[in-house]
């Protein structure tokens, strides 16, 4: 069975800076991947670019759905991206903070439908079952999450935790075959994060969506995921099981020489 | 179809005949959009935005500098000493009105809606707002019609280079716009302000943590883009005299040319005035003068579908 | 005494004194062009009355008006918030549903009744030329910048297009007539409409990939560049002149013969029920999947991306179905004047028509046609009853100084939209 990502000695520059620099790298289906690194060693780069927000100069990187036709990502938009079967959350929780919470996760559900404006201006019998169908799958979406009791509320009145859980729903609203959590732990309290790791291992196990994950905080990385990729300064410099990555020579002298940055970043 | 050739072609000997006048034209024309492209680029380098309303700086900048000629210079032209005398002071004069309405517009207009972190489109539907209200109130108070600026001095040829007459007026503007140039590069490249400015405009909350008062520096961005756009008034009223919209088809042009420069970046800013300035010159040949303002506007469209950083890339502080 | 004379009431005090010198400016006397300073003299010196209390200099006068004004607000804000509390009770009334219904249906019966209300000829015409008209460029403009937040300051270009091709369709430009016929103004609505939201495609496709204030800008640009072409292609539009040939709508079908003619009252019902569709149609659109979509582009591109929405197929959607009720506009224009020339349609209409968006709520449908019709109706007033010193221009700087004051103390309008409100709440609180 072909890998859900191929990633090939992807580089990417913005103007003389490397960001990324001949990353390869893969993802089975159903696996829970991560990619960890000290700051700026490209993993929401790598995000980007795996998303269709950035357009590497080099490589390949393609993605294989179940039931849909293979994408060559780059050079792709990232609406089409999200249609091919990929969701995402963003570092910073990037919600539509004028709509309710509800509003939110039912875009991303209807977003893969067409524009239908005669539809909308005149209500016909197709259009109140496709609202219908998408109220459902938002409900259920919302319930999975834990967000039922909180539909009504305006987005950008849920706290950091709940956001997060909102974008998990949004992204997961999209019929994904894989969804990229992008520091999903950051700003989160420790049960907060307790809960969150509960419900991205349930994505996986009840949804059958595989998971690729940046991190900053070792703890939830290393108890979520089957396989990790370290990046420092652009380029893949380990790769491995949780044990193996733990007592790889290059990772520890990565990770201490920015040992300071990161306790401040995890504060 | 002939028909056009035959009038591109007979267009072309004429051109030929008068390139080098066009092209030094173009760059006096150039160098007054370059002056008033910094402000747009300085202000964007700060705040993310596009000042809407730099345009009536530009027009009042020119008012002032023609009321202080108006009302300094008698009924006869002077000569002399007494020439640079009154240059300078129409310079100061659309300068320094160019510098406070700039700063008072900041004041106004922009920092409530920035203290309370608002939408980029109230923005610029704020600034549209400063810039239609004073527009209006320049054509109550100063009349709807054009009126010539007394001169300072009697234009004439100082010399000629391939033929083309060189005029007093060409010069004037080549040596204040250089002056000015060179302060405003040693300004933001080398004092305290200079570097408050770069700081802000790279990463304005790591500006403030490192105790730079972004206010001030937002501030003082606005006052030596005001300055430059009031002067640029005041050379362009010169020429073409005053009027209360005066400012609107010189600051489109000037915004074209901050684009294709590279909005954010000083340098950027003179070479795309310079630039659009001889494009513009040139094309008279060539287009129906109706349309001269079109042609502007043409290289604004590609520049902004085709290559939005500009030719020399959007950036304000690494390399000024 | 001392806790006066803090740094900062002095900051307001020289504020105040400064802001009500403008609006002393704003209302005095016009300049001179010969002695341009007079105004401004005028404006400050001239003697006026202080609400018919006693006489004195005009800079006196305003500021004691600002300072009245300022304790006003100060006394509202410091007491129990009166104002939070009257919008408080607005919006509890107005979310109970028998009231909604009896309001707007009384609203309707009004707006019906209106024309055996108001006999004035200058107020029937303006009804339909000034008011409805303006209605539907507002709602037209609110679904681009109120639903899907794109600055668009060209608006005006669609009004044109609309206006045009009803004179082209009937016939009364140089150029020849669409399919060669003079046809009955009735057909010029579909086609005007059409040909309005092909330009508006055709115009969104290059331009919606730009960055909201580049769009700005060119959209300002696209705007003149019309009005220059509108200007100078004799052979086409008419050049200046334009044309004054454009037919009145008329009905021959069977035994009915009726033709809208210079009474101004039958144009009227025509456009309301125009406006009623274009009402119904647009809050429908907004309520839906279309809707939702604009929202999130406005309130997030990237984000909204990520989810799948494409966000240009959406931009360039709004550019075309507010086009279609600009175009509309143009028609109405067009054939109760039967005028069509350039001067209509310049800069100062696109952005009298943001006024109208701004003031009465961007992306709300109630708050939009709100804003239209006060504001148009204060504007036609002041045509119609022109105070001393009053010239029609100097409407524009009301408009000018009204932009920036609703930016700074009610962003979201008089009417706001939920969803609107919504945005600059979340603002206000720091988390974008």
């Known amino acids: 069975m072909e890998n859900l990502f191929e990633v090939k000695d992807v580089s990417l520059r913005f103007g003389g800076v490397v960001s990324l620099s001949n990353v390869s790298m893969f993802q089975k289906r159903g696996e829970i991947l991560a990619v960890i690194g000290p700051n700026g060693a490209g993993k929401t780069s790598l995000f980007n670019s795996l998303t269709g927000v950035y357009q590497p100069q080099e490589g390949t990187i393609l993605f294989n759905p179940k039931d849909k036709p293979q994408l060559s990502i780059i050079g792709k938009k990232p609406f089409t991206v999200s249609d091919s079967g990929i969701a995402r959350t963003f570092q910073a929780s990037r919600m539509f903070n004028a709509l309710t919470t509800f509003e939110n996760v039912k875009i991303g559900a209807e977003s893969h439908k067409g524009i239908g404006v005669l539809g909308a201006m005149f209500r016909g019998p197709a259009t109140r079952r496709d609202e219908h169908t998408s109220d459902e799958h938002t409900w259920s979406l919302l319930e999975f999450v834990g967000l039922k009791d909180r539909a009504n509320v305006i987005a950008s009145a849920l706290s950091y935790g709940e956001r997060r859980r909102l974008e998990i729903a949004r992204g997961l609203a999209t019929n994904p075959e894989v969804l990229l959590l992008d520091e999903p732990a950051a700003g989160t309290n420790p049960s907060e994060k307790n809960d969150l790791a509960i419900l991205i291992r349930k994505v996986r196990d009840e949804m059958g969506v595989s998971i690729l994950l940046i991190e900053h905080d070792m703890k939830l990385v290393m108890s979520l995921a089957e396989r990790l990729y370290v990046l420092n300064f652009g380029s893949v410099i380990a790769e491995g099981t949780p044990e193996q990555i733990r007592s790889n020579q290059n990772v520890i002298d990565a990770y201490l020489g920015t040992a300071s940055e990161e306790e401040t970043d995890n504060a | 179809m002939s028909g056009f050739f035959h009038y591109f072609s007979s267009h072309f000997e004429s051109f030929r005949g008068e390139f080098w006048a066009l092209f030094f034209g173009g760059i006096g024309s150039g160098i007054i959009y370059a002056m008033v492209a910094i402000g747009y680029t300085m202000v964007y380098g700060v705040l993310r935005l596009i000042n809407f309303a730099h345009s009536e700086i530009f027009m009042i900048g020119g008012f002032s500098g023609f009321f202080v000629l108006k009302y300094g210079i008698g009924s006869s032209t002077p000569s002399g000493l007494s020439s640079v005398f009154f240059v300078i002071l129409g310079i100061l004069a659309g300068g320094i009105a160019g510098s406070l309405s700039a700063v008072v517009l900041e004041r106004v207009a922009y920092r409530p809606l920035r203290k309370r972190g608002a939408p980029k489109i109230a923005y610029l539907i704020s600034a549209i707002g400063a810039s239609y209200f004073l527009i209006n109130i320049a054509a109550k108070e100063f009349g709807r019609i054009g009126q010539s600026m007394v001169q300072p001095y009697t234009d004439h040829a100082v010399f000629t280079i391939f033929g083309a007459p060189i005029q007093m007026y060409t010069i004037i503007i080549l040596i204040v716009s250089v002056l000015m140039f060179l302060a405003l590069d040693r300004i933001v490249s080398a004092t305290k302000l200079g570097r408050g400015i770069r700081a802000v405009a790279q990463d304005s909350e790591t500006a403030s943590l490192m105790g730079v008062n972004i206010d001030k520096t937002i501030a003082v961005t606005f006052l030596l883009g005001g300055f430059l756009g009031g002067v640029a008034g005041f050379l362009y009223a010169m020429n073409f005299g005053v009027l209360y919209s005066m400012g609107f088809t010189p600051a489109l042009k000037a915004f074209t040319a901050a684009v294709l420069g590279g909005i954010g970046n000083l340098r950027g800013a003179v070479l795309g005035g310079l630039i659009l300035g001889i494009v513009e010159s040139l094309s008279v040949s060539f287009v129906n003068p109706a349309y001269i303002d079109v042609v502007a506007f043409a290289i604004l469209i590609l520049v902004l579908m085709f290559r939005p950083t500009g030719i020399l890339g959007e950036r304000l502080g690494r390399d000024a | ?432």
């Open chain 3, 1 to 432: 005494m001392k806790t006066l004379l803090t740094k900062k009431t002095l900051k307001f005090v020289g504020a105040l004194f400064i802001l009500s010198e403008l609006a002393a400016i704003m209302t005095g006397p016009p300049g001179n062009p010969t002695h341009q300073f007079d105004g401004f003299k005028g404006s400050l010196t001239d003697p006026t009355s202080l609400l018919g209390l006693f006489t004195t200099s005009r800079w006196i006068v305003f500021f004691v008006y600002g300072i009245l004004a300022s304790l006003i607000v100060y006394l509202v804000r410091t007491k129990q918030n009166v104002v939070g509390k009257v919008l408080e009770a607005q919006r509890s009334v107005s979310a109970n549903k028998t009231f909604r219904i009896i309001f707007f249906s009384a609203l309707v019966i009004l707006v019906v009744l209106l024309p055996t209300l108001i006999k004035d000829a200058f107020w029937q015409n303006a009804m339909v030329s000034q008011i409805a008209v303006f209605v539907l460029l507002a709602l037209g403009l609110n679904v681009v910048t109120g639903f899907a937040g794109l600055l668009d300051l060209g608006f005006v270009a669609f009004y044109a297009v609309g206006a045009y091709a009803t004179a082209w369709c009937t016939g009364a430009l140089p150029l020849p007539a669409l399919f060669g016929i003079h046809l009955n103004t009735f057909y010029a609505i579909p086609i005007a409409i059409a040909l309005a939201m092909i330009s508006g495609i055709i115009l969104g496709i290059p331009t919606l990939r730009l960055r909201g204030d580049y769009l700005a800008i060119v959209t300002l640009g696209f705007g003149e560049i019309i009005t220059v072409f509108a200007n100078n292609l004799n052979g086409v539009t008419g050049g200046a002149m334009g044309t004054g040939q454009v037919p009145h709508f008329a009905i021959h079908v069977g035994p009915v013969n009726y033709v809208w003619g210079i009474p101004p009252v039958p144009y009227y019902y025509l456009t309301i029920v125009f406006v009623g569709i274009f009402m119904i149609a647009f809050s429908l659109l907004e309520h839906s999947r279309v809707g939702r979509a604009w929202t999130a582009i406005r309130e997030d591109e990237v984000a909204a991306e990520s989810v799948g929405i494409n966000p240009l197929k959406y931009k360039v959607l709004a550019f075309a179905i507010g086009a279609a009720s600009a175009g509309f506009a143009g028609v109405m224009t067009a054939a109760q004047s039967n005028y069509v020339t350039p001067a209509t349609f310049t800069l100062g209409l696109s952005i009298n028509v943001l006024v109208l968006v701004i003031f009465g709520g961007m992306g709300s449908i109630t708050g939009v046609v709100f804003g239209a019709v006060v504001i148009q109706t204060i504007t036609m007033y002041l045509i119609h009853n022109p105070p001393a010193g009053y010239q029609p221009q100097d409407l524009y700087i009301y408009i000018g100084a009204l932009l920036v004051i609703m930016m700074i103390f009610r962003p979201a309008g008089m009417i706001p939209s939920r969803r609107r409100s919504r945005t600059h709440a979340s603002a206000a609180s720091g988390q974008e």
